[in-house]
């Protein structure tokens, strides 16, 4: 994920959990040996399903599985959509009004690619904690 510079941090998760046939698996924690899965897709029914261990909440991971939901629902062409280039600046979009609100998470100034409901983008800096209302 080229928005989210950080090392995926599973926190504390189970060890020794093994993948089993038909499994892709995207991540092991070869750390302690003990090469157990943190995360993996599996085939299920007409769709697929994960298993994602131990995860706390960060920016980083909240992007992570933000991405996770939009691939197992075969919905990865939206990602552009409604969304900030950056996990520091979150994006509610709201159908109803001709409108955006942006926030910034954090306590220093934020440089983002905001994308519309439409995909079109704009560059935009975000002082620290701003909370930003962008009209359509």
Known sequence: MQDVTKEVDFGHS???????????????DHLRGSDSVKLALHPYGKGEGAYLAGLPYSLENARLLYRLLL????????LLHSFSSSPKVECNDYP?????????????????TFYDREGKSQNLTLSPRELRWVQK
């Not at 959990?17 to 698996?25: I, K, N, R, S």
């Not at 691939?71 to 939206?78: A, G, R, T, V």
């Open 71 to 78: 691939h197992l629902s075969k919905k990865e062409d939206q």
């Open 14 to 28: 189970p060890d020794f959990v093994y993948a089993l046939e038909d499994v892709t698996v995207l991540s092991k």
């Open 96 to 112: 109803s009004l001709p409108c955006y609100f942006l926030s910034n998470l954090t306590a220093e100034e934020v440089q983002t």
